[in-house]
């Protein structure tokens, strides 16, 4: 039997346990994981519990609610807002922050999450997540919402859960990124992927080429080169995934490297689609922690100071090479001396013959 197998307590006790605060956010750390339970359990029933299509509710980012954006974001408080660990908590689902009931004691941490991402999955079975972010706070003075608007370089811990056909849980506390998988019988997370590291060798990248028109030229370079393969600058074939879920489009990037990228457009605001505080910056981290890099395309990601709890932020993130030269196109663009890749599809007479840039 697995007498020893080392547990999600066992692990946060030994990792935490000569951090200032350490405890502290071992414990809350603990409360996360039990509402990724709950969470786990919840999207597992999916019809049989009116678990799936739409409310006539919308969010604050005015995209319409599934009955399981509301009851993730409902767990996720509920499980954390008790045991004086959190000083407050902000959501993808809440236009301001939650403030603690006046029953329970403040903590000295601010938690913020995405309680369900990749929501427009949940009527097709394919896997979501949650994701979140924690940062410091003194528990002496109730948080305003200018305490949540800390650079990603000051989380003390991220990490997402993902429901695909096994639960698991990828975390970090600033020392590598682990995750662990839920043993549903026994109800315990379980480390089973330590130190993890991205691959630096990769022929995948993602990218909703939808939005094709509405990039930036050095995304648009980058690609175009991607596509072109063997017969184009990098020589090599690449593969393209979209799954239009964050967290189950970085896991496959921690297991097996590649390039995920949300860029900045054109289409609606031009920051991109995924949100600073509660997407990018725990998932930069947990890159950064796995040995790979996280970047707005002009920087890097966790440097970024958040002006808005819901601000949207362009994201370039997975294996470090990839990262730092989809950078260096955006950095040749912007001084005039980038040399865009034009591939024979698009020569003169072809029907797909591309307008001069
Ligand atoms: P959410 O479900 O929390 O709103 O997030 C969805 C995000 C992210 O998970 C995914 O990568 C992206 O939106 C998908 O965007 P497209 O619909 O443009 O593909
Ligand atoms: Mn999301
Ligand atoms: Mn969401």
């Keep these: 039997m697995h007498t020893r197998r080392t547990t999600l307590s066992k692990f946060l006790i030994e990792q935490l346990k000569n951090s200032p605060d350490g405890q502290a956010l071992a414990a809350l750390l603990v409360d996360v994981s039990a509402a990724i339970k709950a969470i786990s359990a919840a999207a597992g029933k999916g019809a049989l519990e009116g678990n799936v299509g739409s409310l006539e509710t919308v969010n604050v980012q005015e995209e319409v609610q599934k009955p399981l954006d509301v009851l993730t974001n409902q767990i996720m408080l509920h499980h954390c ?38 929501s427009s999955n949940i009527d097709f079975n394919v896997a979501v997540g949650t994701i979140f972010s924690v940062l410091k706070h003194n528990k002496d003075t109730p948080p305003t919402e200018a305490d949540y608007l800390q650079p990603g370089n000051r989380q003390v811990a991220a990490g997402y859960a993902i429901y695909g056909p096994a639960t698991l849980l990828v975390l970090t506390v600033g020392q590598g990124t682990h995750g662990f998988t839920l043993d549903r019988e026994v109800g315990n997370f379980v480390l089973t992927h330590p130190n993890l590291r991205i691959p630096e060798e990769t022929d995948q990248f ?3 080429a939808s939005n094709e028109r509405f990039w930036e030229p050095p995304i648009q370079r980058y690609v175009e080169e991607c596509r072109a393969g063997k017969t184009g600058p990098r020589e090599r074939d690449f593969n393209m995934r979209w799954i239009a879920s964050m967290v189950a489009d970085v896991h496959r990037i921690l297991l097996r490297g590649g390039v995920f990228t949300y860029p900045r457009d054109s289409k609606s605001s031009k920051s991109g689609r995924l949100r600073l505080l509660y997407e990018a910056s725990p998932m930069a981290m947990l890159v950064e922690q796995a040995g790979g890099a996280a970047s707005t395309g002009r920087g890097r990601l966790l440097d970024e100071p958040p002006q808005a709890l819901h601000q949207r932020v362009p ?22 001396t980038d040399k865009p890749f034009v591939s024979p599809l698009f020569n003169e007479r072809s029907l797909f013959r591309k307008e001069a840039r």
């Design 81 to 118: 807002d008790w045991g004086g660990l959190v000083a407050g908590m902000a959501s993808e689902e809440m236009e301001k922050p939650y403030d603690i009931p006046n029953e329970y004691a403040r903590g000295c941490h601010l938690l913020i999450f995405d309680p369900l991402d990749g």
């Design 206 to 208: 993602a990218i909703n």
């Design 315 to 336: 994201v370039v993130l997975g294996s470090k090479s990839e990262v730092e030269r989809i950078e260096r196109y955006h950095r040749e663009f912007d001084a005039g």
